[in-house]
């Protein structure tokens, strides 16, 4: 749906001319709307476009009328009123030419509900040169990076904890299994459980990024995907979801320089290539695939201590004849068989 069917839905819904099915969906947006308001405009202009809207509407509003009885279908019938409400903060909020629409739609102001108390939100900027260090209030530890923002409620309440972040910031989260932690951006939205994970994702920047240190945490996009493109994606230490919207799905990735999770000696004195293999997928949490049946036999003396996981790959590589690639956050290693003496 692009903002010109949006734009027509919410004029519909405001009066009254929707199907059963579209009252539902414009009224599952407002209440997700609420409770997170999309990062379609920086925090200022949102701030300010609601911030006079609701001052508008609060000039001239009664009390609100009591809830209908529920249709049928499962689904209230919203009073004029609120279906009003509803939908101009659906178009202030996605951006939808906020104050174009408002004065084309603007309803008789005796006839508008108040707007919901909004909850209480912190705003920090760093306009430094180096990374501000905030304590958020669940105890977790957020190094916000230059020339970004983050917003978070001054007491998390509810079954999530939810963040805001335009730039890039790395984040250390109080582990709480009851309360995910989410961290919205503009593209993207990543849950986690307890963990440490940086997220980069500036305005203008076609790419967002989701980089793992310790722990796992789900990333997703806020927008809907074509079928061919994943939903999802699980992110582990030394992986990264990288996504730019309109121009590739969210695709999963090593780092570009992955580190030791688990220290194994690398140093290997006559030893199977496979032992040698294990040993670097175990050390860097990585799946290193490979044909067994090639391997069969192959040994190597090797000392690795110094180089990084590729470098250790590629003087491996030079031993064997043998070649690797990346794929999804697995490596593929090909070798045409042993070729020691």
Known sequence: MNQTDLQMLLRRYQAGQCTPAEQQQVEAWYDNLRHDPPLLMTTDEREALRTELWHRIAAGTIAPAA????????????PAARRWTAAATLAAGLGLGGWGWYVAGRPNPATVAPAPAAATWRTFRNSGPHDLQLTLPDSSIV???????????????????????????????????????????????????????????????????????????????????????????????????????????????????????????????????????AALATAYGVDIRYDAAALAGCTATLNLQRQSLYGKLDVLCQVLGASYSQQDAHIEFRSPGCQNP
């Open 67 to 78: 809830a209908p009885e529920p249709r049928p279908g499962g689904f209230r019938a919203w």
């Open 143 to 277: 190094l916000l990076r230059p020339a970004s923002r983050l917003r978070y409620p001054a007491q998390f309440r509810g079954a999530q904890r939810q963040v805001r972040l335009v730039g890039e910031a790395f984040f250390h989260v109080r582990p709480d299994s009851a309360h995910p932690f989410l961290v919205y951006t503009d593209q993207l939205v990543t849950t986690v459980l307890g963990t440490s994970f940086r997220v980069r994702a500036f305005t203008g920047q076609p790419e967002a990024l989701v980089k793992v240190s310790t722990g796992r945490v789900l990333v997703s996009p806020r927008r809907m995907l074509s079928a061919a493109g994943k939903a999802s994606v699980l992110v582990l230490p030394n992986q990264q979801a990288v996504y730019a919207a309109g121009r590739q799905p969210l695709r999963r990735e090593l780092v570009a320089e992955p580190v030791v999770l688990q220290p194994q000696s690398f140093v290997f004195d006559d030893r199977p290539v496979a032992e040698v293999l």
